[in-house]
């Protein structure tokens, strides 16, 4: 069986939004189209509490898109953004979101930050998406969404890594790319063993 994974379809991740990807709005039509050809469809949701510490204003002196080591490691820090239950958290409006099956809520943690549809950053503390994806009989992805370079990028990473098969649409995803991310994303998800399209 085969699940079509939309990441962070967010008012906040689209133009005008406080962390605007590119074009991003431009993939919701197309995502909406895929859908119907799915056995299940998941989105996930960016889920900050306000003075999250991903946030450069939880910083004293730091800057969106400056570096701070964290218990977990290696943090960008980022404009305050997808803080919950705000409209910059809510999904597009286009976006067709009665097609899904589940609704993964990620980065709620205030001390870790959570890229991934499956981990958070620490790389150990499941969302809990593997286990409904088994317990379904679902084994390949399909992934699209924002940004292709941090949570489509760690999600199919990850997904890949706990042996699904793996697609990630590159033409419904669309990068930050942030001194280079992009690249060393795509290099990244073809060395995990996921299938970049």
């Known amino acids: ?29 197309g995502i909406n189209d895929l859908m119907a050809g799915f056995d299940a469809v998941i989105l996930t949701q960016d889920w900050h509490p306000a003075g999250h510490s991903s946030f450069a204003s939880a910083h004293s002196g730091k800057s969106p898109y400056d570096l701070v080591e964290m218990d977990y490691g290696t943090q960008v820090l980022w404009p305050d953004h997808c803080i919950q239950g705000s409209a910059g958290a ?4 286009d ?3 009665d097609r899904a099956d589940l609704i993964i809520r990620k980065g709620y943690n205030p001390a870790i930050d959570s890229y991934s549809a499956f981990f958070e950053n620490d790389h150990k503390t499941p969302t809990g998406l593997d286990g409904y994806l088994r317990t379904r009989g679902i084994d390949r992805l399909v992934m699209v969404g924002l940004a292709l370079d941090f949570c ?14 793996v697609e990630v649409r590159q033409d419904l995803s669309r990068a ?3 001194d280079g991310s992009l690249v060393a994303a795509q290099d990244g998800m073809v060395k995990a063993g996921a299938r970049l399209v």
């Open 176 to 178: 930050i790319d942030l």
């Open 95 to 97: 976006l067709v979101t």
């Open 90 to 93: 809510a999904f597009h409006p």
């Open 1 to 29: 069986m085969q699940a079509l994974i939309v990441i962070d379809v967010q008012m906040d991740f689209c133009p005008g939004g406080a962390l605007a990807v590119p074009q991003g709005d431009l993939i919701v039509s």
């Open 152 to 165: 489509v990028n760690y999600s199919a990473v990850d997904a890949a890594k706990l042996g699904f098969d």
